[in-house]
């Protein structure tokens, strides 16, 4: 696969970045849509999204710099946000965007913030799943080597191959990576599924807040599954010798979201026996 859509005047056009846009602008689409079921101001999901793109893109690329500073130590600036070839971690992108929906929140002070974070809980595995399609066609974020059938291979200049070959692991003449778990594969189908959970939940919720309680608590356990079919971290990279960056990451969202959960719901039991009292 060619991780070059097309070229502008000789300017690369990566798939990569094409999916992870179409992500954002389905996600925040659908947002809008879901946010009048909600009597939100529509218009406000989308000068939201303004701050989340900022946010999303900022987060993912320090996170991604940070957990690989040998390869970007010494280097320009321009090479540090050079997101176009792939380079973006999704918790660090979640991060960002959570702490510019809470600043947006301020300039808005009538609209809840649980409201809007319910409001963007289902989009945030839509378009992530459309971002893990972009990096099957870029070639990050790969599997781990097997021999199943559905295993992919990556080319050469991909950074499965760049890997596999660093370790010794390819003959001279090879021009594919060895057979991999197509993990980005599995982690958007996963992603695809909570969407339509969430949204299916979004209009049955019992308390604001809940729909992005539920996001957090699915996707930690998702994501640290995914992890193990995972191939593309050094060992130095793990906890304890297994334990891999996504998963640690996992096992601090998880209880997040479980007291994010438990204290809605109460406060939600709480007023009600206030009003009926």
């Known amino acids: 696969m060619d991780p070059i859509a097309f070229k502008i005047g000789g300017f690369p056009i990566y798939w990569y970045g ?41 987060g993912s690329r320090v996170l991604y710099v940070f957990t690989n500073w040998d390869n970007y130590s010494g280097k320009s600036l321009l090479e540090w946000i050079n997101f176009r070839e792939g380079g973006l971690v999704f918790y660090g992108g979640f991060i960002g965007a959570a702490l510019a929906v809470v600043l947006f929140s301020f300039t808005r002070p009538t609209e809840s913030l649980w409201k809007i974070a319910d409001a963007l809980a289902p989009s945030i595995p839509l378009g992530h799943a459309l971002g893990r399609l972009g990096c099957l ?76 309680g539920v996001y957090l608590v699915v996707y930690s356990i998702n994501r640290f599954v995914i992890e193990f079919f995972r191939g593309d971290y050094q060992l ?23 007291v994010l959960l438990g204290l809605l719901s109460r406060r939600k039991a709480y007023k009600q026996d206030s009003e009926g009292s």
């Not at 846009?21 to 000068?47: E, P, Q």
């Not at 870029?138 to 200049?157: K, M, N, R």
């Not at 692991?169 to 594969?185: K, W």
Request: proline share 4%.
């Open 137 to 212: 066609m870029y070639g990050c974020c790969f599997g781990s080597t097997c021999d199943l059938p559905w295993a992919v291979q990556f080319p050469l200049g991909s950074p499965a191959y760049s890997m596999h070959n660093s370790l010794g692991l390819l003959a001279g003449n090879d021009v594919h990576s060895l057979h991999v778990h197509p993990s980005q594969v599995y982690a958007a189908l996963l992603n695809f599924a909570l969407y339509g959970g969430l949204a299916w939940l979004y209009r049955r919720k019992c308390f604001d807040g809940q729909v992005f």
């Open 236 to 258: 130095e990279q793990m906890w304890a010798g297994w334990i891999k960056p996504g998963q640690q990451l996992s096992l601090l969202l998880l209880p997040v979201g479980l």
């Open 18 to 58: 094409i999916l992870i846009a179409g992500g954002f602008l389905c996600g925040l689409w659908t947002a809008s849509r879901r946010a009048a079921l909600d009597h939100l101001d529509s218009k406000a999901i989308s000068d939201l999204g303004v701050w989340i793109i900022i946010g999303a893109l900022v």
